[in-house]
């Protein structure tokens, strides 16, 4: 599954979701050498960092199982730009 978060300061990244459940997601954050533990804590999801960060889209190919993995959705409209890509792991 592909992603793309937001971090507090503004800036987007990209990542692939490795699994996932309702509570952890591990992720491979674009041009980044490790994994990355996501924490559901408090309806927010949370890096090593303990900056929260903001999923703006999960997109799935027929091979995806996505049932259970995400309890909390919330509708929201954004589209990509420039900026995608370009950020720093979260755990920085």
Same mark, same amino acid.
């Given at each position: 599954?592909?992603?793309?978060?937001?971090?507090?300061?503004?800036?987007?990244?990209?990542?692939?979701?490795?699994?996932?459940?309702?509570?952890?997601?591990?992720?491979?954050?674009?041009?980044?050498?490790?994994?990355?533990?996501?924490?559901?804590?408090?309806?927010?999801?949370?890096?090593?960092?303990?900056?929260?960060?903001?999923?703006?889209? /999960?997109? *799935?190919?027929?091979?995806?199982? $996505? @049932?259970?993995?995400?309890? %909390?959705?919330?509708?929201?409209? /954004?589209? *990509?730009?420039?900026?995608?890509? $370009? @950020?720093?792991?979260?755990? %920085?």
């Amino acid at each position: 599954m592909y992603m793309m978060f937001r971090y507090a300061s503004g800036r987007r990244a990209e990542a692939v979701v490795l699994s996932s459940s309702r509570e952890r997601m591990r992720i491979v954050v674009r041009n980044c050498n490790d994994t990355i533990e996501l924490r559901l804590v408090g309806g927010r999801w949370v890096p090593p960092s303990g900056n929260p960060i903001e999923i703006e889209s /999960l997109i *799935a190919d027929n091979h995806t199982a $996505t @049932a259970g993995g995400f309890p %909390a959705r919330y509708a929201r409209t /954004l589209s *990509a730009n420039a900026a995608i890509g $370009t @950020a720093a792991c979260p755990t %920085a």
